[in-house]
């Protein structure tokens, strides 16, 4: 059961343009919802979070938007660059548990 | 300050082994988790710890254990490897107790190959 999906494996976009990343959850007591970038042989970087009480956080070219009653989140990175290329993986947790569900990942590339 | 540190960075065993991966936590974080990934997909949870007490287990066979130590450091212990236990094992950290709202930070991983 992949209460986690991301259902677009890759993603290409023109650099300069804005890259859009969703993620579809299906736990409704998922209350923190985090975004990590990941290049190969590294660990996953923390890139945004946002917590369920809000609909949008923004940091620099990343902005997450919630949307609850779909159960959908979204990253958008405005404007994209080519050392965005990377996998995205779109993470959720429950106040309960703390521990982290993992989409599959979305492949961005970025091209010049 | 260091990241999440992790040892060894490549492993290569054969089934059967046993395997013990090693984590620091970033300087003054108390909670440890473990993940495996295998390619191709996200991150799984296997073990949580705080305070080096097991404060959450995911589904994974009991060949594997973890546990920390009073500097918090962390070693995740894997018996009898099979050959699809070959994955990146991640550690991440963070900074409070293992429920609420709790950014984690990420390691750089340990690729484990089973032959």
């Not at chain 1, 404007?79 to 429950?94: E, I, K, L, R, T």
């Not at chain 2, 295998?38 to 066979?61: A, D, S, W």
Request: charged share 15%; aromatic share 12%.
């Amino acid at each position: 059961d992949q209460q986690v999906k991301q259902n677009s494996p890759s993603l290409s976009v023109q650099e300069g343009r804005i890259s859009i990343l969703n993620c579809d959850y299906t736990n409704s007591m998922f209350d923190y919802f985090l975004w990590y970038k990941k290049y190969p042989a590294e660990g996953p970087t923390f890139l945004i979070s946002i917590s369920s009480i809000k609909d949008k956080n923004e940091d620099g070219r990343f902005t997450v938007f919630l949307n609850k009653s779909a159960k959908h989140l979204s990253l958008h990175i405005v404007p994209s660059q080519p050392g965005d290329s990377a996998v995205y993986f779109c993470a959720a947790s429950a106040s309960n548990t703390g521990k982290l569900i993992f989409g599959q990942g979305t492949t961005l590339q970025v091209k010049p | 300050d260091a990241g999440v540190t992790q040892s060894p960075t490549h492993l290569i065993k054969t089934r059967g082994q046993h395997v013990t991966l090693r984590c620091s936590p970033i300087s003054g974080h108390k909670s440890v988790s473990w993940y495996q990934q295998v390619l191709g997909q996200g991150p799984q949870f296997i073990f949580q710890y705080y305070e080096k007490e097991e404060r959450g287990r995911g589904n994974f066979p009991d060949r594997f254990s973890a546990r920390q130590f009073p500097n918090y450091s962390s070693e995740l212990n894997v018996n009898a490897l099979l050959l699809g236990d070959s994955a990146l094992y991640l550690c991440a950290s963070s900074n409070r107790q293992t429920t609420g709202k709790v950014t984690q930070y990420f390691g750089p991983g340990t690729r484990l190959l089973v032959l």
